[in-house]
C-alpha cells in the first residue's frame, strides 16, 4: 500500500521548505556579506566595458535612429545598409564631438591646475593681506579680528594642503588613465556591435522574458523596460543638453568679466549641472575657493554670476529642454536627490531623480488600478 500525502500537507512541506532554503540563504548571505561585496567590485570592474559599452550605446542610440530615419530615409538602401552607415555616422559624430573637448578643453584645464599648483603660496599670502586689510577697515575689534584671521588662516591652509596633496595625484595618475582608456576602447567596441544588432539583442530578451514568465509578468516587466528606457533618455540627454548650455554661458560670462581661469571652472560648474537642483550650488564651491585665493573680491561677484545662471537654468533653460521628463513633482525630486546622495554618493544624487521616476509611475498607476477595481475616483491635483 502506497503512502500518499494529502494535497494541504504538500503545500505545507513545500512552503516550510522554500522558507527554510531562503533562511539558510539569508543567514549565508549576512555571514558573506564583505566577501560578497568583494565579489562584485570584481565582477563589476571586470564586466566594466561592458558597461562603458551599454551605456554609451543607450546615450548614443536616438542620434543613430534619428540619422537612420531622417537623413537616409529616402536613399535605397536595404535595412542592414542603413544600419550600418547610421551606426558609423553615429561614432563618427560621437568620437568627433568629444575628441574635440579632449582637445580643447583638457589642456587647458590642466594648464590652470598647473597653474594653480605652481602660484599657490602668492595666492594664499596675496587671500592673507586681503583679509587683514578687510578687518582693519571695518574697524573690528581685535579679539574677534584675531579669531577670524586665525580661522582664515587654518581654511587655507587646509585648501592648500588640499591642493598640494591632490593636484600631483591628477597631474601623474598615468596608469590609471592607460587602464582606463584600454577599457574606453574595448566598451566603444560593444558599442559598434550593440548599435549594429540591437533590434536581435531587444528580440532575445523578449524571447527569455515570455519564456519564463507568465504572459501577464512579461508583459509588465517589458512595459516597465520601455518606461525604464524612456525615462533615463529623455532625462539624461536633456540634462547633459543643458549642463553644456549651462557651462558654455559660464565660459562666455566669465571670459567677458575677465575673470581667471575660466575654462577650470566653467567645465567644474557644467559638470556638476548634471545633478538636478544642488549642482550649481555644488559647482560654485570649488569655484568660489579659486577666485577667493586668487582675487577674493571677484570671489563675491562670482557668487552672484552662479545665482542668476542658476536661476536661468532653473526657469528658462532647463524647463524648455527638459519639459517634464521625469514626471516627478519637485517635492520627491528633492527626496530622490537626497536619498540617492545618501547611499551612493554624487553618482546617487545624478540617477536618483530617473530611478525614483519610475518607481514614482509604477507606484501611481499600481495605485490607479487598484482605485479602478474599488469604484473610486479622486481628482489629481
Do not use: C
Not at 303 to 310: D, N, Y
Request: aromatic fraction near 14%; proline fraction near 4%; hydrophobic fraction near 55%.
Amino acid at each position: 500500500m502506497r503512502f500518499k500525502l494529502r494535497p494541504e500537507t504538500k503545500d505545507n512541506t513545500m512552503t516550510l521548505a522554500i522558507a527554510g532554503v531562503i533562511v539558510v540563504v539569508f543567514f549565508f548571505t549576512i555571514q558573506n556579506i564583505p566577501g560578497l561585496l568583494a565579489f562584485i567590485k570584481q565582477l563589476f570592474r571586470i564586466l566594466m566595458p561592458f558597461v562603458v559599452g551599454f551605456s554609451l550605446a543607450f546615450l548614443i542610440t536616438p542620434l543613430m535612429l534619428r540619422i537612420e530615419n531622417q537623413w537616409l530615409r529616402k536613399l535605397k538602401l536595404s535595412f542592414s545598409s542603413k544600419r550600418k552607415i547610421s551606426a558609423f555616422l553615429t561614432m563618427v559624430i560621437s568620437l568627433g564631438l568629444f575628441s574635440l573637448f579632449i582637445y580643447i578643453i583638457i589642456p587647458q584645464v590642466l594648464d590652470s591646475l598647473n597653474q594653480i599648483s605652481t602660484q599657490l603660496p602668492l595666492y594664499i599670502e596675496a587671500a592673507e593681506t586681503y583679509l587683514n586689510d578687510l578687518f582693519l577697515g571695518l574697524n573690528i575689534r581685535d579679539e574677534i579680528t584675531e579669531i577670524l584671521v586665525s580661522t582664515g588662516e587654518e581654511l587655507l591652509s587646509t585648501i592648500t594642503n588640499l591642493l598640494r596633496e591632490y593636484l600631483p595625484m591628477l597631474l601623474s595618475a598615468s596608469w590609471q588613465v592607460v587602464n582606463t582608456i584600454f577599457k574606453v576602447l574595448v566598451g566603444l567596441i560593444i558599442t559598434v556591435y550593440i548599435l549594429l544588432d540591437r533590434e536581435r539583442f531587444g528580440n532575445q530578451f523578449k524571447k527569455l522574458t515570455y519564456a519564463f514568465l507568465h504572459e501577464k509578468d512579461a508583459d509588465n516587466l517589458l512595459y516597465l523596460s520601455r518606461v525604464t528606457s524612456k525615462t533615463f533618455n529623455s532625462f539624461i540627454v536633456g540634462k547633459s543638453i543643458d549642463s553644456l548650455i549651462i557651462g558654455v554661458l559660464s565660459f562666455i560670462g566669465m571670459t567677458i568679466f575677465g575673470w581667471p581661469f575660466a575654462v577650470l571652472i566653467s567645465v567644474i560648474i557644467g559638470v556638476t549641472n548634471m545633478i538636478p537642483v544642488f549642482g550649481p550650488f555644488i559647482g560654485a564651491v570649488p569655484g568660489f575657493i579659486i577666485l577667493f585665493i586668487v582675487n577674493p573680491m571677484v570671489s563675491f561677484w562670482f557668487l552672484l554670476f552662479v545665482l542668476f545662471l542658476q536661476q536661468l537654468d532653473g526657469n528658462i533653460i532647463g524647463p524648455t529642454i527638459l519639459g517634464d521628463s521625469v514626471g516627478l513633482p519637485s517635492l520627491w525630486i528633492m527626496f530622490s536627490i537626497l536619498v540617492g546622495g545618501g547611499f551612493f554618493g554624487v553618482v546617487g544624487m545624478f540617477l536618483g531623480v530617473p530611478v525614483f521616476a519610475v518607481i514614482y509611475l509604477i507606484v501611481k498607476n499600481i495605485a490607479q488600478f487598484k482605485l479602478d477595481q474599488k469604484g473610486i475616483k479622486i481628482d489629481e491635483k
